[in-house]
């Protein structure tokens, strides 16, 4: 059975800084890319946030592009994302989501159980 496990999540003021991890586990084959998507309160829909391809080449969405930061190390099934310069508008449950094949199976998408940011005026 595959897990991801998000951790770093808190309340911070506007302007601070957290890092964000989520560590996959279980009988792993590969991963392929590795997702950060965040859902704001009241709404209904995952907003994609980061990317990265299991070669580390990293994509954003525009309102985070200088400011967040994803990574991932292959060794650990971990990927991060380093949020600087947080805003209000960015509080949200984060959730982690990745392509992975586990022993038996094929390629196939998993999400975390998601962990909460607020970001205080």
């Known amino acids: 059975q595959v897990q991801l496990v998000e951790s770093g999540g808190g309340l911070v003021q506007a302007g601070g800084s957290l890092r964000l991890s989520c560590a996959a586990s279980?009988?792993?084959?590969?991963?392929?890319?590795m997702y950060w998507y965040r859902q704001a309160p009241g709404t209904q829909q995952r907003e994609l946030v980061a990317s990265i391809s299991n070669r580390g080449s990293p994509n954003y969405v525009d309102v985070v592009k200088g400011r967040f930061t994803i990574s991932r190390d292959n060794e650990k099934n971990t990927v991060y994302l380093q949020m600087n310069d947080l805003k209000p508008e960015d509080s949200a449950v984060y959730y982690c989501n990745a392509d992975i094949r586990a022993v038996g199976g094929t390629y196939r998408s998993y999400w975390g159980q998601g962990t909460q940011v607020a970001v205080s005026p």
């Open positions: 279980g009988s792993i084959i590969g991963i392929n890319r």
